[in-house]
């Protein structure tokens, strides 16, 4: 974008993060527009870890500048010269100008405070277009999502039933009510998939929500995760810890995946 003092670019990076973490780079002596840059971000994003890069080429003029304290110092070193050595001549402009340091260029920079209004619309459409981008991916991942939680589902089933047949088959040789008590108080799968079940429905309900979702999505799935390691655990049948080994991957994707939901 192209100023009366000279031209503004910003960029804005998104990557994956559990929180909202925002990086500056901004040019010396703009730091001060960091608390404003922060502020109409946050706004609009609520996680993910952004880098924000600022660059302003500003059209530099120049001036002539006068260091009166120093010129006051030599006025009066003439004038304390000139009564102790009885010198007649007066002091010329001419020769004042020409000390050394008297005169020198400075730089006219450019203001943070007539930065900003140029700054905060530019900063609006680029998080705009961030934003249009997110959604869209979030379209792909929300479809991505509802596949794996499908696939969990069909794995579940898979295992209630295999449990049923397996349960039976294990306990039929076994007579005593202790014995049978100890094995199923060891291998009993019933309430993880139950458990498990509800977390899944859970899961796609809250994937049709509107608004941010990201963390609930990310703790359900550690929840999944949690009673997915109680079957492997408990596990007595090849069959039941192959499914569950299918059902631990689904829900590694998904945790990976879930950190790019806002």
């Given at each position: 974008?192209?100023?009366?003092?000279?031209?503004?670019?910003?960029?804005?990076?998104?990557?994956?993060?559990?929180?909202?973490?925002?990086?500056?780079?901004?040019?010396?002596?703009?730091?001060?527009?960091?608390?404003?840059?922060?502020?109409?971000?946050?706004?609009?994003?609520?996680?993910?870890?952004?880098?924000?890069?600022?660059?302003?080429?500003?059209?530099?003029?120049q001036?002539v500048?006068?260091?009166?304290?120093?010129l006051?110092?030599?006025?009066?070193?003439?004038?304390?010269?000139?009564?102790?050595?009885?010198v007649?001549?007066?002091?010329?402009?001419?020769?004042?100008?020409?000390?050394p340091?008297?005169?020198?260029?400075?730089e006219?920079?450019?203001s943070?405070?007539?930065?900003?209004?140029?700054?905060?619309?530019?900063?609006?459409?680029?998080?705009?277009?961030?934003?249009?981008?997110?959604?869209?991916?979030?379209?792909?991942?929300q479809?991505?999502?509802?596949?794996?939680?499908?696939?969990?589902?069909?794995?579940?089933?898979?295992?209630?039933?295999?449990?049923?047949?397996?349960?039976?088959?294990?306990?039929?040789?076994?007579?005593?009510d202790e014995?049978?008590?100890?094995f199923?108080k060891?291998?009993?799968?019933?309430?993880?998939?139950q458990?498990?079940?509800?977390?899944?429905?859970?899961?796609?309900?809250?994937?049709?929500?509107r608004?941010?979702?990201?963390?609930?999505?990310d703790?359900?799935?550690?929840?999944?995760?949690?009673?997915?390691?109680?079957?492997?655990?408990?596990?007595?049948?090849?069959?039941?810890?192959?499914?569950?080994?299918?059902?631990?991957?689904?829900?590694?994707?998904?945790r990976?995946?879930?950190?790019?939901?806002?």
């Amino acid at each position: 974008m192209v100023r009366p003092f000279g031209k503004i670019s910003l960029e804005i990076k998104s990557s994956n993060h559990r929180f909202l973490e925002i990086l500056f780079h901004l040019p010396d002596g703009f730091f001060y527009l960091e608390e404003k840059l922060r502020k109409e971000i946050e706004e609009k994003v609520k996680r993910g870890r952004l880098i924000c890069v600022v660059a302003i080429n500003g059209k530099k003029t120049q001036r002539v500048g006068i260091n009166k304290a120093l010129l006051k110092e030599y006025i009066l070193t003439f004038k304390n010269l000139k009564k102790s050595c009885t010198v007649k001549d007066e002091i010329s402009i001419n020769t004042l100008v020409n000390l050394p340091g008297v005169l020198s260029m400075e730089e006219n920079r450019v203001s943070g405070y007539e930065v900003w209004p140029a700054l905060k619309p530019l900063l609006s459409a680029t998080l705009e277009d961030l934003l249009a981008m997110r959604q869209k991916e979030g379209r792909a991942l929300q479809r991505y999502l509802h596949k794996r939680a499908g696939l969990l589902k069909s794995n579940l089933q898979s295992i209630e039933l295999r449990f049923k047949k397996a349960l039976k088959a294990k306990l039929a040789p076994i007579n005593s009510d202790e014995e049978r008590a100890a094995f199923l108080k060891n291998t009993d799968v019933s309430e993880e998939l139950q458990r498990l079940e509800f977390h899944i429905r859970n899961f796609k309900s809250k994937l049709a929500v509107r608004g941010v979702v990201g963390k609930e999505l990310d703790f359900i799935a550690q929840e999944m995760q949690r009673e997915a390691n109680t079957l492997a655990a408990k596990s007595f049948d090849a069959l039941i810890s192959g499914r569950v080994v299918q059902i631990k991957s689904q829900i590694e994707k998904i945790r990976e995946q879930v950190q790019n939901v806002e």
